[in-house]
């Protein structure tokens, strides 16, 4: 058990309750996501109509510190999702790691934010998408949590 002093609990009840506030004063127009990508089929199911392809366009790269694992690269471009109701874009970035040698194999954690988007998506505006992933079996799946946000 973790005791923390008065002033400290006080400070982070009054954090975690304006950040319920805020949650709750966007929440008609935010949506929370909960998706899972196939990288290795280029494929998306998840909520918000999230059921389609994916696909990204690398526009920066960068070298990762030295003290990440063998076969780290940083990076950053655009992810498109299409589905059958329209077409969702997110700028992407974050960082790959191919883990050369560990046996687990690679590995993603990235984030994407200033959405965009057409059809059902036209009136997305604002919102933070997180990626987390790797190999399971034969495929590369990746989770996606987060919110997006209407006008």
């Known amino acids: 058990m973790i005791r923390l002093s008065g002033r400290v609990t006080l400070t982070v009840c009054s954090f975690v309750a304006t950040l319920a506030l805020a949650r709750a ?3 008609d127009d935010c949506k929370q996501i909960r998706a899972e990508i196939d990288l290795t089929n280029g494929t998306i199911s998840g909520n918000f109509g999230l059921e389609g392809t994916v ?3 690398e526009d920066s790269d960068g070298t990762a510190p030295p003290t990440a694992p063998a076969g780290s690269t940083v990076f950053s471009g655009i992810l498109t999702i299409t589905t059958s109701r329209g077409v969702l874009t997110l700028r992407e970035t974050g960082m790959f790691s191919s883990r050369t040698g560990n046996p687990a194999g690679s590995v993603l954690s ?3 934010d200033d959405p965009s988007g057409t059809g059902r998506y036209a009136d997305v505006v604002s ?4 990626f ?3 190999v399971v079996g034969a ?3 990746v989770e996606v949590a987060g919110e997006l946000c209407r006008k």
């Open 25 to 27: 004063a966007q929440a």
């Open 55 to 57: 696909a990204f366009v």
């Open 110 to 112: 990235s984030w994407g």
């Open 127 to 130: 919102g933070d998408l997180f």
């Open 132 to 134: 987390f992933g790797g």
């Open 139 to 141: 495929l590369f799946l």
